[in-house]
């Protein structure tokens, strides 16, 4: 997510995380890794390639961002890309770092709904599997609640910055998993550990609350046996 939304802070936080996740790729060489970026377009900045420092090059030069939100956009050219260049007989996986907040193109409604069914035909004929990460960059809250003489302090970890309906929708849809990532720590454990379950054998086996719309666990074909992965400690699963 390229947009308007993704400036300052929020990207510097961003790039460093998803130079965490290019970094537990690359223990593999065979891996390949491409990068998209969209607002109110999309821009293939890297192809599929296994030169991970040119792909962490190419995300740190980023700047702020700019535009809406065409997630559809993102996701469709990201699609076609893996679609014509992915290697058979191995897992195609896309991974969606946003706030969720589609707008584009007009109105609202058929932005969501093209986002929708551009995931799901991208697992139904290419058989990618969609991984949301719901960030938004927001520093956590602090609510003050007065109960007779007692103040309840609640804090919760900027959650409210992100559409998690629809995240959580797109996971299902693209027979993944969707991560909340309240913190910037979080969001690169996230990243990091699902770049470890891409080059591991099995799927992190996570211990989850009642099952929840995209959080079923899903199992990933291996690329290489690289030993079990490992899950996140401090990550939100929902």
């Known amino acids: ?16 995380a998803a130079g965490v996740f290019i970094d537990t790729l690359a223990r593999n060489p065979r891996n390949r890794v491409g990068f998209v970026v969209f607002n109110s377009q999309s821009k293939l900045v890297s192809g ?10 190419e995300i740190n030069g980023l700047r ?16 076609s890309h893996l679609a014509a260049n992915g290697r058979a007989g191995l897992p195609k996986v896309l991974v969606l ?17 093209l986002t929708r069914d551009t995931v799901s035909q991208g697992h139904q004929q ?8 719901g960030f938004s960059g927001d520093a956590p809250k602090i609510k003050t609640i007065k109960t007779g003489g007692s103040i309840t302090v609640i804090t919760s970890g900027g959650d409210e910055g992100v559409n998690e309906p629809l995240m959580k929708e ?25 770049g470890v379950a891409l080059i591991c054998q099995q799927s ?15 199992v990933v074909q291996p690329i290489v046996n690289a030993g079990a992965a490992t899950p996140p400690t401090s990550t939100t699963f929902r």
């Open 48 to 57: 599929l390639t296994s030169d991970f420092a040119f792909v962490k090059q």
């Open 170 to 194: 797109l996971a299902t849809l693209g027979g993944g998993r969707y991560y909340f990532a309240p913190t910037n720590a979080d969001l690169e454990t996230v990243l990091r550990d699902l």
């Open 97 to 113: 770092l946003s706030d969720g907040y589609a707008n584009r193109p007009q109105p609202k409604e058929q932005a969501i709904q």
């Open 204 to 218: 992190p086996q996570v211990a989850q609350p009642a099952p929840q719309q995209g959080s079923e666990p899903v």
């Open 64 to 79: 702020d961002g700019n535009g809406f939100t065409c997630i559809k956009c993102g996701i469709e050219l990201a699609n």
């Open 1 to 16: 997510d390229y947009s308007g939304s993704t400036k300052g802070d929020k990207l510097t936080k961003e790039k460093k």
């Open 126 to 133: 290419h058989r990618i599997t969609y991984y949301p990460i």
